[in-house]
């Protein structure tokens, strides 16, 4: 089946410039995840904003680079096609899928993604899987999908702390090519939604509510643009 829409990968979004919550176990298994010796199955959950989408983007460029085949699939934009998207995907050697939890009343799904699951292990291939809970938690009413996907390394993704907050927002700015003082970091962190993907989102909004206006991002800018 041919998809109707690209599917993109973020090239800004690397391990370099992810903010690692002191777990230098889940950087070196993500890195050595497309090599020989890597795992062949891993399994990220956590809450929004707590980084696994940035990690799954990482381990897909980390793996091309390697010019391995590798496949992206965000569920979030592919949950109403019909499952005849997932055809095929078992011939490439890493398969990533991102938010796991859009199938919990999918049971097609489910068990298109099981089948998968199979056909990606007979061939030797790679999955990695993010979700907003782990595996027993998330709902899924194929216990045989849950038993697969308890198979693998499991790592539970926990928010950042207010200086890794600071550290990551200082990042993606620098992603964007925005300068931000500190005075107006502490000002974003203390007024505004405290997860880390609203924060993000928030930035974004500014950058380009900067770009529109020609002005700096300062904190009279931003009252200006969340006041309306």
């Known amino acids: 089946m041919q998809l109707p829409l690209a599917i ?45 989408t940035h990690l ?37 050697a890493i398969l990533c899928i991102d938010d796991l939890q859009m199938i919990i009343d999918r049971p097609e799904w489910q068990q298109a993604i099981f089948n998968l699951f199979n056909q990606v292990r007979e061939k030797n291939g790679k999955m990695l899987f993010t979700a907003n809970a782990n595996p027993k938690e998330l709902g ?21 702390n ?28 203390r007024h505004f939604a405290r997860d880390t993907g609203a924060i993000f989102e928030l930035l974004d909004h500014l950058d380009r509510q900067s770009l529109i206006s020609k002005r700096r991002i300062t904190i009279p800018f931003i009252k200006e643009v969340i006041n309306g």
């Open 162 to 189: 207010d200086e890794q907050k600071m550290q990551a927002l200082y990042m993606r700015a620098n992603m964007r090519g925005l300068t931000l003082n500190d005075d107006v970091v502490d000002y974003i962190l």
């Open 140 to 160: 899924l009413v194929l216990n045989d999908l849950v038993s697969r996907l308890e198979w693998g390394v499991i790592f539970h993704l926990h928010e950042l």
């Open 8 to 52: 993109q990968l973020n090239t800004k979004l690397s391990f370099e410039n992810f903010v690692c919550p002191d777990d230098e176990f889940l950087l070196t298994t993500l890195t050595q995840f497309p090599s020989d010796t890597g795992e062949s199955l891993v399994y990220l959950w956590g809450a929004v904003g707590s980084g696994k």
């Open 56 to 92: 799954l983007h990482a381990v897909c460029q980390h793996a091309a680079a390697k010019d391995l085949s590798i496949h992206y699939l965000p569920l979030v934009e592919m949950i109403e096609y019909p499952v005849d998207v997932l055809n095929g995907l078992d011939d490439y």
